[in-house]
C-alpha cells in the first residue's frame, strides 16, 4: 500500500484529535467479524458468543453501481464450498436470488503488523486508521451455510462477489489510538432515503483490542499485517432477520430442507436490495459510501 496523502484535518468538530487522509484501495487481507452488537445478535436468531470471524476475498471500492450477482455465479459459489448441497438447492430453485442485503460498519485499517500476543499486552500500541464499509451479502449463499460442511466458508463466499465491499472516501487517523474504545459515532444505513440502521459505535460489545485479537487469533502465525482491513461487525435493522424462536422452529428440519425453507421464505423480502436501489451508508464525521444495485 503506498503512503496515504493527507487531505487536511477532520472537518468535524465533534470527531477526537486525529486527521482524515484519502484511502488508498489497496489492502492486504480483508477479515470480517460479524454478531458484534447485542441487537443485531437478537433479530439474527443467533445463540451469544465469540463473534464469527471469516475472510471477505473482495477488494474495497468506492461509489459506483452494484451489478447483482448472476444465478449462475450463486449457484458456482456454493458449489465450491459443498457440491451435493449446490445441486439440492438447483432441484429446488429454478433460479437461485441472491438476498442482496447490507450491513453499515466500521472498519479498522492497520497501519503495521501486530500479533495475538502483542494484542494481549497491556502496554500495545497500535497505529490504524478507522473508515465507514458496506458489508454486502448475498444472504441466499450465507443461509446455504448451515446445511455446508463448512459454515464460515459460505459466510465468506456470501461477501465476497465483486464490489461487494464499498467503503468511505477517507481514512481517520487518531492522534491517539485507543484500543480500549471506539470514538463515539452514528453508524446509519439508508435506502432509497428510508432509515434502517442507526446505533452508536459504543454500542458495540467488544472493544478494538478485541475485535482485532479475534481477527489475529484467525490470521496465518496468528499476526495481522500492515494494510491488513477488519470489519467490524453491524448493528440491528438489516434486510434478513429470523425471530430466534422460528430459528429453533425451523431447527426441527433436515438442513437441507431448513435452507431452502428460508430461501424461498426471503424471495419476495422488500427488505432485501433490488435493482434500482439506492444504499448510503454513514458513520457520522467518518463519512460515508454509496452505492446502486443494477
Known amino acids: 500500500m503506498p503512503p496515504l496523502s493527507d487531505s487536511g484535518a477532520a472537518s468535524a468538530t465533534s470527531s477526537p484529535p ?8 489497496a489492502p492486504g487481507a480483508v477479515y470480517a467479524l460479524g454478531l458484534t452488537f447485542a441487537e443485531h445478535i437478537r433479530e439474527t436468531g443467533e445463540p451469544a458468543g465469540a463473534p464469527a470471524v471469516f475472510r471477505k476475498r473482495c477488494q474495497p471500492s468506492l461509489a459506483q453501481p452494484l451489478l447483482l450477482p448472476s444465478a449462475a455465479a450463486l449457484h458456482a459459489a456454493i458449489t ?33 503488523p501486530v500479533s495475538l500476543a502483542e494484542l494481549q499486552r497491556a502496554d500495545c ?9 458496506n458489508d454486502i451479502t448475498a444472504r441466499s449463499v450465507q443461509i446455504a451455510g448451515e446445511a455446508a460442511r463448512e459454515r464460515l466458508a459460505l459466510w465468506s463466499a456470501a461477501k465476497s462477489f465483486a ?31 428510508e432509515l434502517r440502521q442507526s ?17 489475529a487469533a484467525s490470521a496465518p502465525g496468528r499476526q495481522l499485517q500492515a494494510h491488513d482491513l477488519i470489519l467490524c461487525g453491524t448493528p440491528a435493522g438489516v434486510g434478513l432477520s429470523i425471530p430466534r424462536w422460528k430459528r429453533r ?20 423480502n422488500p427488505r432485501l436490495l433490488k435493482a434500482g436501489d439506492r444504499v448510503v451508508c454513514s458513520a457520522g464525521w467518518l463519512g460515508q459510501c454509496s452505492i446502486s444495485i443494477e
Not at 500500541?125 to 464499509?133: E, M, P, T
Not at 446505533?199 to 481477527?215: K, V
Open 18 to 25: 486525529g486527521r482524515l487522509v484519502d484511502f488508498d484501495l
Open 80 to 112: 465450491g464450498h459443498d457440491a451435493l448441497l449446490a445441486a439440492r438447492l438447483q432441484h429446488c430453485f429454478t433460479e437461485l436470488p441472491a438476498l442482496l442485503d447490507y450491513e453499515v460498519e466500521i472498519g479498522i485499517a492497520l497501519l503495521q
Open 125 to 133: 500500541r497500535l497505529h490504524y486508521g478507522l473508515f465507514v464499509a
Open 163 to 193: 464490489g461487494f465491499l464499498p467503503v468511505g472516501a477517507q481514512l481517520w487517523l487518531p492522534q491517539l489510538p485507543d484500543l480500549e474504545r471506539f470514538p463515539e459515532l452514528l453508524l446509519q444505513t439508508r435506502v432509497n432515503g
Open 199 to 215: 446505533a452508536s459505535s459504543r454500542q458495540m460489545i467488544y472493544s478494538p483490542r478485541q475485535l482485532l485479537g479475534f481477527a
Open 249 to 268: 422452529l425451523t431447527g426441527l428440519l433436515p438442513a437441507r430442507l431448513r435452507v431452502a425453507a428460508a430461501i424461498r421464505a426471503n424471495r419476495d
